[in-house]
C-alpha cells in the first residue's frame, strides 16, 4: 500500500511540472517561418515524393534547353541557305538589268520620237513655203529679181532654206527618175539611150532624203 501511496505522489508531481510550448512563427535561429500545422500534416493532395519529381523535371528541362541551344546547324542547311541566297541575288541581278534594257529602249525611243517630231515640224513650215519660192521662181525667169531689194530678200530667204536641209529638183540633162521626177511629156530624142529630162516645168524640192514635191518634166525618151 505504501508504494501505492509513492507511485500517486510521483505521478502528481509529474503533472504539477509547468509545461512549455514554444508558439512562435518564427524560428529564433534560422528566422525562417513556421508552419506548425503544415510540417505536422502535409497536403493529402500531394503525394509523396512529388516535390522530387517536380524538381527532377525542371533539371531535365533545363538540361534539354542548354543542349538545344549548343546544338550546332548542319553544314547541309548552311549550304543549302547559302544557295537560295545566290539564286535570289542573281534573280535580283537580272530583273535590274531588264529594267535598265528597258529604260534604254525607252530612252532612245524617246529620242528617236522626238527627233522625227522635229524634222516632220520643220517639213510641214518648208511645204508650207513651196508656194513662195514658186513665185519667186517665175519672178526670175520674167526678170523681176535681176536687182534690186526684193532680189535680196529672195536670196537671203532661198539660202535660209537651204539650212534646214532644203534642195532644189532642177537639173536637166539627167536620167529621169520616177522618184523625184514627175513626167508630164514625153517627146523621142535623138542620141540618148535612156529616158532623159529635157526641160523642168516646175521645179520639185526635197529635204535631206525626203521628198517634198517632184519635178514636172518633158521627158525625151528613145526614138
Known amino acids: 500500500m505504501p508504494h501505492h501511496g509513492n507511485e500517486s505522489e510521483h505521478s502528481d508531481s509529474e503533472?504539477?511540472?509547468p509545461v512549455i510550448r514554444d508558439n512562435r512563427k518564427v524560428d529564433p535561429e534560422t528566422g525562417a517561418a513556421r508552419h506548425?500545422?503544415?510540417?505536422?500534416?502535409?497536403?493529402?493532395?500531394?503525394?509523396a515524393g512529388a516535390e522530387g519529381t517536380a524538381g527532377a523535371e525542371g533539371d531535365a528541362l533545363s538540361q534539354a534547353e542548354e543542349i538545344l541551344n549548343g546544338v550546332e546547324v548542319p553544314a547541309e542547311?548552311?549550304?543549302?541557305?547559302g544557295a537560295s541566297a545566290a539564286a535570289e541575288a542573281t534573280e535580283l541581278r537580272n530583273d535590274l538589268l531588264r529594267?535598265?534594257?528597258e529604260y534604254v529602249n525607252y530612252r532612245k525611243r524617246v529620242e528617236r520620237d522626238r527627233a522625227v517630231a522635229g524634222e516632220m515640224a520643220v517639213i510641214g513650215?518648208?511645204?508650207?513655203?513651196?508656194?513662195?519660192?514658186?513665185?519667186?521662181?517665175?519672178?526670175?525667169?520674167?526678170?523681176d529679181l535681176e536687182d534690186g531689194p526684193f532680189a535680196a530678200i529672195a536670196a537671203k530667204l532661198e539660202n535660209s532654206l537651204k539650212?534646214?536641209?532644203?534642195?532644189?529638183?532642177?537639173?536637166t540633162g539627167v536620167e529621169?527618175?520616177?522618184?523625184i521626177h514627175e513626167a508630164l511629156?514625153?517627146?523621142?530624142?535623138?542620141?540618148?539611150?535612156?529616158?532623159?529630162?529635157?526641160?523642168?516645168l516646175r521645179s520639185g524640192y526635197r529635204s535631206k532624203e525626203r521628198v517634198l514635191r517632184a519635178a514636172q518634166v518633158i521627158v525625151s525618151v528613145p526614138a
Open 125 to 143: 513650215v518648208l511645204n508650207s513655203l513651196l508656194p513662195v519660192l514658186d513665185d519667186i521662181d517665175a519672178a526670175r525667169q520674167h526678170g
Open 15 to 17: 503533472q504539477g511540472k
Open 163 to 171: 539650212t534646214y536641209g532644203l534642195e532644189r529638183i532642177d537639173a
Open 36 to 47: 506548425p500545422h503544415q510540417e505536422a500534416a502535409p497536403d493529402a493532395r500531394t503525394p
Open 99 to 101: 529594267l535598265q534594257a
Open 77 to 81: 542547311e548552311s549550304v543549302a541557305s
Open 185 to 200: 511629156i514625153q517627146q523621142p530624142g535623138q542620141d540618148i539611150e535612156v529616158d532623159t529630162v529635157s526641160q523642168v
Open 176 to 179: 529621169f527618175d520616177p522618184t
